[in-house]
């Protein structure tokens, strides 16, 4: 359900706390941001906040970003963010497209897509976040040991996606056509749509994968 226009979104994100409106002045620069040397997490598309709240909880020492372009949920995300009372999540406001206006490369150790928009038109297909030239963006910006975390209910997008990254040279590490009944249930941390999902019996696509030349030793 789409969110309501809030004409105040845009002036309360601006001053909130948790969310960072210079972002390319941190830019290379966020671990000192955080004040430590945690490896960095970027959820792409954090909607409502709900998986950010959790994570940021469940592992303290990883510092989170999410990233929404849409002002609404994230205005929310950023209120679930500091109900947890955490200091190791922030939040921006940006187009997916602009990421590198915000991280330097090498800088992020693991981006999450969640339940992307599918773009279920062939001639959109360029639009959907697993599409080849959004997959060098994130190759550029990733550690040595980075890597890519994808959930999806749309089974077209996950196809789509294995083989967009199996064509642009990256290796998938781990891969389920059914995440709540696999060996990776046990520690995931779901979110909203995933919960509306799953509650209607619908499986969920999960792939973690890297580019190809990045070390994958203990992943």
């Known amino acids: 359900m789409r969110l309501r226009r809030n004409p105040q979104a845009i002036e309360l994100l601006t001053t909130h ?8 002045e941190q830019k290379g620069s966020w671990k000192k941001l955080f004040d430590n040397s945690h490896p960095l997490y970027v959820e792409l598309g954090t ?6 709240a959790k994570a940021s909880t469940t592992y303290p020492n990883i510092n989170w970003i999410g990233v929404e372009k849409i002002q609404e949920p ?3 995300a950023t209120r679930k963010g500091e109900e947890t009372e955490n200091t190791n999540v922030r ?3 940006l187009d997916i497209v602009k990421l590198q206006e915000a991280f330097a490369p090498g800088e992020v150790d693991r981006f999450y897509l969640h339940f992307s928009d599918p773009w279920p038109k062939a001639r959109h297909f360029k639009r959907r976040l697993t599409y080849r030239g ?7 910006l990733l550690s040595p040991t980075g890597d890519l975390i994808l959930k999806t209910d749309s089974e077209s997008l996950y196809q789509f996606s294995v083989e967009e990254i199996q064509e642009s040279g990256w290796e998938i590490i781990e891969q389920s056509n059914d995440l709540h009944h696999s060996q990776w249930a046990e520690t995931n941390i779901t979110t909203e749509y995933e919960e509306k999902f799953a509650g209607l019996g619908m499986p969920i696509f999960y792939l973690k994968s890297v580019p190809k030349h990045m070390d994958c030793k203990n992943k």
Do not use: D, H, I, R
Request: charged share 15%.
């Open 74 to 76: 994230l205005l929310l």
């Open 134 to 140: 959004f997959l060098k963006a994130y190759e550029n």
């Open 91 to 93: 939040y921006l406001w």
């Open 17 to 24: 706390p948790l969310s960072v409106t210079n972002y390319e």
């Open 47 to 52: 909607g409502k906040g709900q998986f950010l």
